[in-house]
């Protein structure tokens, strides 16, 4: 049986290309062919480190959050790679009782390698969380805006090299609702990516949401999972 790092970053790769759609404008809609050589890892070396990220769009207090990020060498705290930037911001929402420290990292590690920074916050990971979906997103968002912050900030690792025009949305299951959530409300999500998408959004519900979303969107699904089918997405 193939590990959730395994499955999450087969499914990055094919999701990878829509998250390019970011820089991309937006002003009419878009049709890419999938660049088959982000199944390849990216030519930076990644850094990551964890991050406490205070609630900016919706709710209070703090959570915590890692962060994914093109690096100088590979490991924790090691310094950002300052000869490209401004890096793309991808914001990554975990599914249903993940523990992202556990299941995401090769998939976060993927991304930063093509020259993102990829942030995913570490709230609401329990199962009595079944309800947070919405908060889930608005978490990504904040993490974004933690981002953006640290670009104007001389003494942050990534001062003046964060691409603060927007980031891209992309989540698992849960996280792919929330993912479309956030995006239904907030003009900052330039793009939405979603692996198995669960229609876990209350009181609002996913199909509802997306009405609401008018930037490029892509949603991924198997024909074999027996938890959220393809044909539900």
């Known amino acids: ?21 970011l820089w ?11 660049d088959l050589s982000y199944g390849l890892t990216g030519s ?14 919706g709710g209070s207090g ?3 959050a890692l962060v994914y990020y093109p690096a100088t060498a590979t490991g924790l705290n090691t ?16 599914g249903y009782t993940t523990v992202t420290a556990n299941s995401l990292p090769a998939s976060l590690a993927q991304l930063a390698s093509h ?17 947070e979906t919405e908060a889930l997103g608005h978490d ?6 933690y981002l953006v912050t640290q670009s104007s900030k001389v003494s942050s690792p990534f001062y003046q090299h964060v691409e603060t025009t927007g980031f891209a949305a992309m989540g698992h299951s849960t996280g792919g609702a929330a993912s479309i959530s956030e995006a239904s409300q907030n003009a900052a999500v330039k793009t ?39 044909s539900t997405t």
């Open 1 to 21: 049986m193939r590990s959730v790092g395994n499955c999450c970053r087969e499914r990055l790769l094919l999701g990878i290309a829509t998250a390019l759609l």
């Open 44 to 57: 930076y070396l990644v850094g990551n480190r964890q991050v406490s990220v205070s609630r900016t769009a």
């Open 192 to 230: 939405v990516v979603t692996w198995a998408a669960q229609n876990m959004n209350i009181p609002v519900q996913a199909p509802e949401q997306i009405a609401d979303v008018h930037v490029p969107v892509q949603l991924i699904a198997g024909t074999a999972d027996t938890t959220v089918s393809a």
């Open 115 to 131: 020259g993102y920074i990829v942030v995913a916050p570490q709230s609401y990971e329990s199962v009595l969380d079944v309800f």
């Open 79 to 94: 310094p950002l790679d300052l000869s490209g930037g401004m890096y793309p911001v991808v914001s990554f929402a975990h």
């Open 140 to 145: 990504q968002a904040s993490a974004y805006n």
């Open 24 to 34: 991309a404008g937006f002003s009419e809609p878009q049709v890419l062919a999938i």
């Open 62 to 64: 703090s959570f915590d």
